[in-house]
Each structure stands twice: as C-alpha cells, then as structure tokens.
C-alpha cells in the first residue's frame, strides 16, 4: 500500500488528535495516539519548567519508543494503513526548547541510539496554525496546566519544527494549511487529505494549501 504509515504533527492544540480520531474512521486503519495524560511531569513541568523538563522529556522518550516499536511492528505483517498523531523526532524537537545545551546533549544521543531502531512514517502531514487560533483551542478545551502558556513557545515549537524540516530533506513533509477553524471535523478537509494521500510524494518539504 501507498503511504501506509501516516503521522500527522503540529504545534500545541492544532487538532491533531482529533483529526486522526477521525481519519482512523474514515479509513478503517489503525490509530495510535500520543499518552501524555499519563505523565506525571507534565503539570510540574509547566510550573516550573527549568526543574521539570529533563524527567519530562526522559519519560516521553522512554514512552514514545515503545509505543512505536509495538504498534508499527505488530502490523508490519498486514497491509492496512496506521495513523499516529505524533511522528518519532517530535520529543527531539520539544527538547530542543526545553533542555538546556548540556542535557539536550544526552538527550540527543540517547534518542539517536532508541530511534534509529523506529520505523518512519512514508508520510507526515505537518498541520499548520497560526499562533492565535492555537491560542483559542488551548483555552477551550480547558486543560489548566496549559491556561499560561506563552504565545512566545508556541512561536518556538513551531520554529523548531521548520528548522528540523529545513535539516532533513530526505524525509516526506507535507506542510499543509487547513481552511477554518473546525476543520479537523471537516469531511472537505478529510477528503483534501485523502487525495494527499494518492501521491507519490518525492523527499523534502512540500507546502499545500487547501483551497
Ligand atoms: N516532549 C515534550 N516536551 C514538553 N511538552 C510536551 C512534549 N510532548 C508533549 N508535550 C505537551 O503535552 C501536551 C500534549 O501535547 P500535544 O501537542 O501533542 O497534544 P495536543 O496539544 O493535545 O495536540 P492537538 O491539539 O494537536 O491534538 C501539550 O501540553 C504539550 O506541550
């Protein structure tokens, strides 16, 4: 099958959960999400986050690799599509603004040496979305540790996601800019998506609009 492992990624409330809930739907495949509910560093982390950030990113590390390692191997026998609403480099991109030089050295490595054993999405679909629309879907789905955040990280996550892009041209990015602010529970959008899907994408960064 074309573009069987799908990822889709995103700054902070973009929609990306919700989006794959309901592509995992729409294409009979299997989903897998992100368990960032379970991470007791998380609420500590946005309180304090110079003591807080390297537990939280070793936890996330840890969490991610195995969820990754089970779910896509498991379905390395059958042919149907698996959708995930994070890619593997997304902790490495979160590190980069979290940690400072010294710990984001470790962190580097040890993601160098567990994630090289991952299997890639063929595809992932970057959701781009301006900075004050994040802003309103954080505030509505009310999640208080996040009620602080800064637009200023915000800005930086994204930023970290178009300097990592820029790094790796070998991989297949689709940047896309939804049109409208449900769209994630758009059938328009999800048949934008679906004929995203019937490309064979080429390395690199494409940028696409829907129109
Ligand atoms: N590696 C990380 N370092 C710091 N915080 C992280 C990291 N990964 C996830 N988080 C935090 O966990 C929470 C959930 O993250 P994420 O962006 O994936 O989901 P989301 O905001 O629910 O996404 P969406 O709204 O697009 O479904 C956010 O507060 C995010 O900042």
């Given at each position: 099958?074309?573009?069987?492992?799908?990822?889709f990624?995103?700054?902070?409330?973009?929609?990306?959960?919700?989006?794959?809930?309901?592509?995992?739907?729409?294409?009979?495949?299997?989903?897998?999400?992100?368990?960032?509910?379970?991470?007791?560093?998380?609420?500590?982390?946005y309180?304090?986050?110079?003591?807080y950030?390297?537990?939280?990113?070793?936890?996330f590390?840890?969490?991610?690799?195995?969820q990754?390692?089970?779910?896509?191997?498991?379905?390395e026998?059958?042919?149907?599509?698996i959708?995930?609403?994070?890619?593997?480099?997304?902790?490495l991109?979160?590190?980069?603004?979290t940690?400072?030089?010294?710990?984001y050295?470790?962190?580097?490595?040890?993601?160098q040496?567990?994630?090289?054993?991952?299997?890639?999405?063929?595809?992932v679909?970057?959701?781009?979305?301006?900075?004050e629309?994040?802003?309103?879907?954080?505030?509505k789905?009310?999640?208080?540790?996040?009620?602080?955040i800064?637009?200023e990280?915000?800005?930086?996550i994204?930023?970290?996601?178009?300097?990592?892009?820029?790094?790796r041209?070998?991989?297949?990015t689709l940047?896309?800019?939804?049109?409208g602010?449900?769209?994630?529970?758009?059938?328009k959008f999800m048949?934008?998506?679906?004929?995203?899907?019937?490309?064979?994408?080429?390395?690199?960064?494409?940028?696409?609009?829907q129109?």
């Amino acid at each position: 099958m074309k573009n069987r492992f799908i990822a889709f990624e995103g700054n902070i409330g973009a929609g990306k959960t919700t989006l794959v809930r309901n592509l995992a739907r729409r294409w009979n495949a299997k989903m897998f999400l992100e368990q960032f509910e379970d991470n007791p560093f998380l609420p500590s982390f946005y309180e304090n986050p110079e003591k807080y950030a390297f537990p939280l990113e070793m936890s996330f590390l840890a969490e991610r690799f195995q969820q990754l390692n089970r779910e896509v191997r498991q379905t390395e026998l059958f042919s149907e599509r698996i959708i995930a609403d994070y890619a593997p480099y997304k902790s490495l991109i979160f590190a980069g603004k979290t940690l400072d030089h010294a710990e984001y050295g470790v962190y580097k490595k040890m993601h160098q040496l567990l994630f090289q054993q991952v299997p890639y999405p063929d595809v992932v679909i970057y959701l781009h979305i301006p900075v004050e629309r994040l802003l309103k879907n954080i505030e509505k789905r009310g999640r208080s540790y996040e009620q602080d955040i800064d637009p200023e990280y915000l800005d930086s996550i994204e930023k970290g996601y178009f300097d990592f892009y820029r790094s790796r041209p070998d991989l297949v990015t689709l940047v896309v800019e939804p049109a409208g602010d449900d769209y994630a529970n758009d059938e328009k959008f999800m048949a934008f998506v679906d004929e995203l899907l019937e490309w064979n994408w080429s390395p690199g960064r494409h940028v696409v609009q829907q129109d």
